[in-house]
């Protein structure tokens, strides 16, 4: 059971920033969330995880609510490359578990 | 730096038959994942070892075995196959200490006819 809520899917034009939501209402406090993408026909990659405060890095930006139980993941300028399934994850008990994710469509 | 490499990257079975799949992990890394990815869906956890030793489980039934071996190289092994084992099989592994970074290799994909 992931445990986390994503849309089925959302749309983005090139260029602009896009926020992925992502909710985890039973987080507990020594939960951490993760997110990771695969690209077409490719294994999963890591894109960014945190506990409790904002997290930057040359990928995306990792935005969590104060009372922990959503999360956003930011991807500042968006291009086609970044078309993907994006999973946010609950990594309780050091396991990775996926759900169904969000599939990002960029629009050229 | 080599990444994680798995192999066969494809291959075809019938049903009742057994596969191994393999895994080399990154340089470094001593904990193994594996995951089942059935067309359209997200990664399945399987299992993980850390140090030779499995240490968490999904919900697999007991056909789905695996080994680690000292170099952290690990296999997954598949017996009495059903024609729903048909999927992606993921490896991923991770270095030591909690920084939650999996290293996905590219999958094996097995077919079962």
């Known amino acids: 059971d992931a445990k986390t809520t994503q849309p089925n899917s959302m749309e983005s034009n090139e260029e602009e920033p896009v926020h992925l939501p992502c909710n985890h209402s039973t987080i507990s406090g020594t939960d951490y969330i993760h997110w990771y993408r695969q690209l077409p026909s490719q294994g999963p990659e890591y894109v960014i995880h945190g506990l409790t405060s904002n997290v930057n890095n040359r990928m995306a930006s990792l935005a969590i609510a104060e009372d922990r139980k959503s999360s956003t993941l930011i991807l500042h300028r968006a291009t086609l490359r970044d078309a993907a399934v994006y999973y946010c994850?609950?990594?309780?008990?050091?396991?990775?578990?996926f759900g169904k994710g969000t599939r990002l469509h960029i629009l050229p | 730096e080599t990444g994680v490499t798995q192999s066969p990257t494809h291959l075809i079975k019938t049903r009742g038959q057994q596969v191994t799949l393999r895994c080399s992990s990154q340089?470094?890394?001593?904990?193994v994942s594996w995951y089942q990815q059935a067309l359209g869906q997200g990664p399945q956890f399987i299992f993980q070892y850390y140090r030779e030793e499995e240490n968490g489980r999904g919900n697999f039934p007991p056909r789905f075995s695996g080994l680690q071996f000292p170099n952290y190289s690990s296999e997954l092994n598949v017996n009495a196959l059903e024609l729903d084992d048909s999927a992606l099989y993921l490896c991923a592994s991770s270095p030591p200490g909690l920084t939650g970074e999996l290293f996905f290799g590219e999958g094996s994909r097995l077919t079962v006819l």
């Open positions: 340089s470094g890394h001593n904990t």
């Open positions: 994850i609950r990594n309780s008990d050091d396991k990775i578990i």
